[in-house]
Nanobody, 127 residues
Framework: QVQLVESGGGSVQAGGSLRLSCAAS????????VAWLRQAPGKERELIAA????????HYTDSAQGRFTISTDDAKNTVYLQMDSLKPEDTAVYYC????????????????????WGQGTQVTVSS
């Protein structure tokens, strides 16, 4: 069983930065794709970015583009989400999730798309 351990959340003022970490206990075919998602109170879960280990390809959604950056530490099986220029609307619980590379027909925001989930970490951005 793979475990994903998140860290790095907290409270910052608008314009500040945070770096989230998602450390996997191991890497297998079921963790070949790693995503960062977030969910704010009363809102639907939102995909932020996705990273593919095999090609190091990164996909950012509009919410993250230009402000958030994914990096990795291969030796530690860790995926980082560097978040800069944070805004109050970035306030949410952030989750990392891992799953197989391709799973047709299942939205990235669906819980069933991902085999493993981190515990979630709160990010609060004040104005």
């Amino acid at each position: 069983q793979v475990q994903l351990v998140e860290s790095g959340g907290g409270s910052v003022q608008a314009g500040g930065s945070l770096r989230l970490s998602c450390a996997a206990s191991t890497r297998t075919a079921t963790t070949s794709l790693v995503a960062w998602l977030r969910q704010a109170p009363g809102k639907e879960r939102e995909l932020i970015a996705a990273f593919r280990w095999s090609t190091k390809e990164v996909h950012y959604t509009d919410s993250a583009q230009g402000r958030f950056t994914i990096s990795t530490d291969d030796a530690k099986n860790t995926v980082y989400l560097q978040m800069d220029s944070l805004k109050p609307e970035d306030t949410a619980v952030y989750y990392c999730a891992a799953g197989v590379d391709v799973l047709p027909g299942i939205p990235y925001t669906s819980r069933s798309r991902w085999t493993f989930w981190g515990q979630g970490t709160q990010v609060t951005v004040s104005s």
